[in-house]
């Protein structure tokens, strides 16, 4: 696309994440038309990892959470049209109609839509003190609801749902998880680490009751009965409900555009069966050069570069997109960090685990494909270099944490075999 003239729009529907970081590198590879972001949120664009971590259990100032500056919108061109759902994109007249009955033109539109929350049909949002927690307004409803709470059952022993474990648990409140597999992030996570963050949860109290689930509710008091799959029942003030999320794809749908259930389709330039329209981050299931297949992230990382990935290459071209994904958590004291595949192979384990801080090399054969680490900022640093490099170490130095993988790596960096 030409670096664009004044009545050219490049319009961007989610004003997330990847919507955010979209916009920003549209007008960074130097479009100089209209740019329009809107989201259907009445905030100004904001982080959503401190909404189940710092914003439960602080007072903390909501402007912490935006994810710019509020002059940075007008410094930059960029108009903001918050509280507005669109409803209908019109392909041919390349024009989207709102809720609100305005509509906006483009010349190219970029879907940056999301996720939203699965539900749970026994437990749907909107019954009393029970939380769902995507939005800004999710997390501050749950954190109104915390100092009158003792008792709290989670529904899925996620990363959120942990978190929110762990938060509750910091507040002093009793806490029950409930998850439906027989180990809880067995897909995200390698056996190890798994039983790390377990162990912890289990040391802090939090009650995690695998291979159940809810099949019936009873108001009991002022809160509820719930009566599990394995014939037990347990008693709660509140009910967290955290089973993972489905992209956005509705608005996409109806236009035609290629969907599935994985999100809605794009290339490596995040481009959709359409061509003046693309979609990013989250809801995108794209194609990844480096993996050399499609894929659909759910984490931070991915949605920042993703979009702005797709606003960079729409305006400016270049190659397609070969990032790497990873994601971090924190709970209770242990910050949790991973960065390529969550597991290999072989998983290698340096430092120590019984002293809560290590390192994980996940490898494929003899590469380092991923690494995730508890407390352990440094290795990971090199670790993400080892990823990005698809290194080939010996275990032998990879486990011992004697050995300097920074300084390893640079002396080694003339063998042929690294
Ligand atoms: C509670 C929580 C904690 C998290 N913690 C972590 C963490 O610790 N580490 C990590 O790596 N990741 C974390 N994540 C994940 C990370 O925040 C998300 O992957 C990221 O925000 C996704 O960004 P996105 O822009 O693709 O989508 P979203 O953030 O979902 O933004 C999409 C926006 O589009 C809007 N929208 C949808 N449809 C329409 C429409 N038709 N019209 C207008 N607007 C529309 C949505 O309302 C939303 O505002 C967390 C997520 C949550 C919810």
């Known amino acids: 696309m030409s670096t664009g003239t004044e009545d050219e729009a490049i319009l961007i529907i989610g004003a997330g994440l990847a919507g955010v970081s979209a916009a920003e590198s549209v007008r960074k590879a130097g479009f100089a038309g209209r740019v329009v972001l809107a989201g259907d949120e009445p905030d100004a664009p904001y982080d959503r990892p401190p909404l189940s971590k710092s914003v439960l259990c602080s007072a903390e100032a909501l402007s912490n959470l935006e994810l710019r500056d509020p002059a940075f919108y007008a410094e930059n061109g960029i108009e903001l049209k918050l509280a507005s759902t669109a ?12 809720a609100d009955r305005t509509s906006v033109p483009y010349k190219k539109l970029v879907l940056t839509t999301g996720s939203s929350l699965r539900i749970l049909p026994i437990l749907p949002p909107g019954m009393p003190n029970v939380f769902y927690l995507r939005r800004l307004s999710d997390a501050l409803a749950l954190r109104e609801a915390l100092p009158q709470t003792c008792r709290m059952m989670i529904v899925g022993a996620g990363v959120i749902g942990l978190e929110v474990a762990a938060t509750a648990r910091t507040l002093g409140i009793a ?19 798994c039983d790390f963050i377990l162990g912890k949860h289990a ?11 809810v099949v019936n ?4 008091g002022a809160g509820y009965r719930v009566t599990l799959s394995d014939g037990d029942s347990v008693d709660t003030d509140v009910i967290v409900v ?4 489905v992209p956005n794809i509705g608005l996409a749908a109806a236009a035609g555009l290629t969907v599935s259930a994985n999100g809605i389709h794009v290339n490596e330039f995040g481009q959709t069966s359409d061509e003046n329209v693309y979609a990013a981050g989250e809801v995108a299931f794209h194609y990844n050069h480096r993996a050399g297949q499609m894929d659909r ?22 190659p397609g997109y070969n990032e790497i994904s990873g994601y971090w958590s924190d709970q209770f004291d242990f910050s949790i960090q991973s960065f390529g595949m969550p597991k290999g192979d072989r998983d290698v384990v340096r430092g120590s685990v019984t002293n809560g801080s290590f ?9 380092v494909k991923g690494v995730s680490s508890i407390n352990a900022a440094r290795d990971m640093r090199t670790g993400k270099a080892l990823v990005r490099d698809s290194a080939r170490i010996p275990e032998s130095v990879l486990s011992d944490p004697s050995i300097d993988l920074g300084k390893w790596r640079q002396s080694a960096m003339t063998s042929p075999a690294v």
């Open 217 to 220: 509710v009873d108001r009991f």
């Open 175 to 193: 806490v029950t998880v409930l998850e439906a597999a027989a180990t809880p992030m067995a897909r995200a996570m390698c056996p190890t680490m």
């Open 297 to 318: 992230q759910e984490n931070w990382l991915h949605a920042a570069a993703h979009g702005e990935h797709v606003g960079r290459t729409l305006v400016a071209g270049g």
């Open 203 to 213: 040391d802090h109290g939090v009650h995690i009751r695998t291979n159940t689930t």
């Open 242 to 245: 955290g089973i993972g999320v």
């Open 87 to 98: 409803e209908l994109i019109e392909r041919d007249s390349r024009r989207v109609h709102f």
């Open 359 to 367: 390192t994980i090399f996940h490898l494929v054969g003899d590469v």
